[in-house]
């Protein structure tokens, strides 16, 4: 195992993290109090999550404005560049907060350690910032080359978060149901209005049989792997149990976050007396089991 990779075990495995994962959720949770503002930082609005996005920009001048330094270039350009990512960052440091609160365990960990170094790296660019303005010049690099540091530490780690433990990843990005028509379940042994649990070759689903038709998702939320079928039916839509994002049953678009992934969801009919489904294909036409075509897919 690689150095870094035992570092970030040593995290993951570090229960003295969770006291201060704690005090920050504390700190964090007014800010999606109010769902508006949850759909929003989470991405709902984006089809995914904001955080990757916008941390382009504060790191974009933050790099900048040390090439800047490295080459003997305008002090009055790369101090602005300093100033507008560290503005910039608030944002990042925001959405990043917003995702981080439906970690727990390992993830959560990480994620602190991860926040403790992108608050270092604001905080070493706020300290550049105020140093070149004051006409400390070298001090004002030195500290954004510690800050780039600090950014860099927190990149790994958040590396980690997306690709080594999926976080802010589809949970059902690699399932997909069968293409050509196929039986499940019969339409009888569905309850009305209500989700009910659906397995298909290892495949598992939500179904929900309503008076005219039968629709069916995929049971894994998209947000972090939720049980849809264990969830409840809220205004017509199914909400998930662990963080309460809710999918429209026809199309699986999210009508409530923390998720911003829609869900895969399933054509459907009856034939015979039991429910047949296939993938359902963007712009597609679902049919109910009586036969007629509805919008969805």
Do not use: K
């Amino acid at each position: 195992m690689s150095l870094p990779s035992r570092l970030v075990s040593s995290v993951e495995s570090s229960s003295a993290l969770d006291d201060v994962a704690s005090t920050l959720r504390r700190a964090v949770e007014p800010l999606t109090a109010r769902p508006l503002m949850r759909d929003a930082l989470t991405g709902r609005w984006l089809g995914h999550s904001v955080h990757p996005m916008v941390v382009a920009l504060p790191m974009g001048c933050w790099i900048a404005a040390s090439v800047l330094d490295v080459t003997r270039g305008p002090a009055t350009a790369a101090r602005r560049l300093v100033g507008v990512g560290t503005i910039t960052a608030l944002p990042a440091v925001a959405t990043g907060a917003a995702d981080w609160l439906d970690t727990s365990g390992a993830e959560q960990r990480v994620g602190v350690a991860h926040a403790i170094a992108n608050d270092a790296a604001v905080t070493l660019f706020a300290g550049s910032w105020l140093a070149r303005r004051s006409g400390r010049s070298t001090v004002g690099r030195v500290l954004s080359f510690l800050g780039l540091g600090a950014v860099g530490v927190a990149g790994y780690l958040g590396g980690h978060l997306a690709y080594g433990r999926g976080v802010g990843v589809s949970t059902t990005a690699f399932q997909s149901g069968p293409e050509e028509w196929t039986r499940v379940i019969r339409h009888d042994d569905l309850p009305l209005d209500a989700p009910a649990a659906v397995s298909l070759d290892g495949l598992a689903l939500v179904a929900v049989r309503r008076a005219d038709r039968v629709d069916v998702l995929e049971d894994r939320c998209t947000h972090r792997g939720g049980p849809l079928s264990g969830g409840t039916l809220v205004d017509g839509c199914v909400e998930c149990p662990w963080h309460a994002s809710r999918f429209d049953t026809v199309d699986g678009t999210v009508l409530a976050g923390p998720a911003s992934i829609p869900q895969p969801a399933y054509d459907t009919r009856v034939v015979d007396g039991w429910i047949e489904i296939r993938r359902a294909e963007p712009g597609g036409l679902r049919r109910n089991p009586t036969g007629a075509a509805h919008g969805g897919g």
